[in-house]
């Protein structure tokens, strides 16, 4: 029997349609982060907020907390960038049935060495104590990241068209997005055997981003002019998230090596094509839109990257072929 995301307990469709509805109240709401313009000065702040997800679950199961703290920060500061932002500071949520000093040190010092990677400052955040909610030592992990902008250099995806061309930045492995669905596809056994791979800290992408984007966007016309990152709906739902409504985007799933746990997840579930490539990052982390003049150079100063497919006319939406 396949197994899908959707079998599996998460319904994105059922997200999207929150958002939509959202954003009929809250127009400025679905983006990667937030901006909000701060008066008399030429910047604005952009946030972002998010948690680890059932990643944790497996993190519990073999007693590993020093990394969850980096997935932590990677999935909002690596939102914040999609912008263009620069990160400036960090707040965590830690909520838990029973408090165990030790395990949390672990953990905050994990959001201490996410903070180093981006160079945001952790300035505060919250410990709940909460026995008739969560179970013994079981603990959720949430938080918020702000970073700064100058106004009108927002990247926001609105100038992609025909003709770009669609740079990857590897993933470190599944990120902190899937996990439903691997946790329904390996027995207990299987997620031991493979904790390695599936605790992998989440890859924060700010310093080579910000580095790209202050070399090639550093004129009148952006080189750089869309950024999305490979999180929940991974290709379909991100890429599309960013896309004008005549940019059809082909990514070619043959331009890069898929890592071999994506593949295994696949082939144990039965996963079909598409919802494996709308559930898992499968090896690409962040997806990088630019000028096809300028793409060669750009794909020669972000080590390790891909090229992995191009933006045509057509009706908005993603192709992976």
């Not at 997200?15 to 959202?22: A, H, I, Y």
């Not at 909460?130 to 938080?143: H, N, Q, R, T, V």
């Not at 746990?261 to 494996?276: L, Y």
Request: glycine residues 12%.
């Amino acid at each position: 029997m396949a197994i899908t995301y959707q079998k599996a307990g998460v319904n994105i469709d059922a997200g999207n349609e929150l958002v939509k509805r959202l954003k009929k109240k809250l127009p400025k709401v679905g983006g990667f982060g937030g901006a909000f313009p701060v008066e008399n000065t030429k910047y604005n702040l952009v946030s972002s907020t998010d948690g680890v997800g059932t990643k944790l679950k497996i993190a519990f199961l073999v007693n590993k907390h020093d990394t969850v703290g980096i997935d932590l920060v990677a999935m909002n500061v690596n939102d914040i960038i999609c912008v263009g932002a620069k990160p400036l500071f960090f707040l965590d949520y830690f909520a838990c049935g029973k408090l165990n000093v030790s395990l949390t040190e672990k953990v905050v010092g994990g959001i201490i060495n996410g903070c180093k990677q981006s160079n945001a400052q952790l300035i505060g955040g919250e410990t709940a104590e909460m026995p008739s909610f969560y179970k013994g030592e079981e603990y959720d992990l949430a938080g918020f990241a702000v970073g700064i902008i100058e106004k009108g250099k927002e990247i926001t995806g609105k100038d992609i068209k025909e003709g770009d061309v669609v740079i990857g930045l590897p993933s470190s492995g599944p990120h902190s997005n899937g996990y439903s669905l691997i946790r329904k596809v390996f027995s207990e056994k299987e997620l031991k055997k493979y904790s390695k791979e599936l605790l992998a800290p989440t890859k924060i992408y700010v310093k080579e981003v910000l580095a790209a984007l202050k070399k090639f966007n550093n004129g009148k016309k952006n080189k750089i002019v869309g950024i999305a990152h490979i999180t929940g709906g991974s290709f379909y739902d991100k890429i599309g998230r960013i896309l004008p409504q005549d940019a059809h985007v082909i990514i070619n799933k043959g331009s890069w090596k898929v890592p071999e746990i994506f593949n295994i997840i696949q082939k144990k579930g039965n996963v079909p094509e598409k919802d494996i490539y709308r559930t898992l990052n499968m090896g690409i982390g962040m997806a990088i839109f630019v000028r096809p003049e300028h793409a060669q150079a750009v794909h020669k100063f972000l080590k390790g990257s891909k090229v992995i497919g191009f933006v045509q006319k057509g009706k908005k939406g993603v192709e992976i072929i």
